[in-house]
């Protein structure tokens, strides 16, 4: 068995300094983390705003919402009563009008009608009031 350590890249350093090469290896990790979660930071920012400007949104049509709803409510029952009134109404008409055929008025035919006072009592009589 041969073994043979391999050759080294023509792009590496002839004499990588092991120290130095760990420094540099934790300064770049540490820079990713840096930008990683300046980027991160920016994005959560980003979400938020866009969060409170959807929260707003949603509360102002929330409100129409509510507000709609009041006037609907107002409407329908304004109908309702005015329906119910109607309804009230005709009711009553109905329950007369079955009175009243049920108990034909039995009125003599030669019913006179009736005068006022004032017509009945006749012309005025005046004592003289020569002087």
Do not use: W
């Amino acid at each position: 068995m041969n073994i043979q350590t391999p050759q080294p890249s023509a792009y590496a350093p002839t004499k990588a300094d092991p120290v130095r090469l760990a420094n540099a290896t934790i300064q770049a990790v540490d820079r990713i983390g840096a930008a990683t979660s300046e980027e991160i930071e920016k994005t959560a920012d980003e979400i938020m705003r866009g969060a409170t400007e959807i929260a707003e949104k949603l509360r102002e049509l929330a409100s129409a919402i509510r507000e709609h709803s009041r006037i609907a409510n107002e409407h329908v029952t304004g109908f309702c009563d005015k329906a119910t009134s109607v309804l009230e109404g005709v009711r009553g008409l109905q329950q007369k009008l079955e009175v009243n055929a049920r108990e034909p008025e039995a009125a003599p035919e030669d019913e006179v009608l009736t005068l006022p006072a004032l017509i009945r009592k006749g012309p005025a009589k005046y004592e003289d009031l020569d002087p």
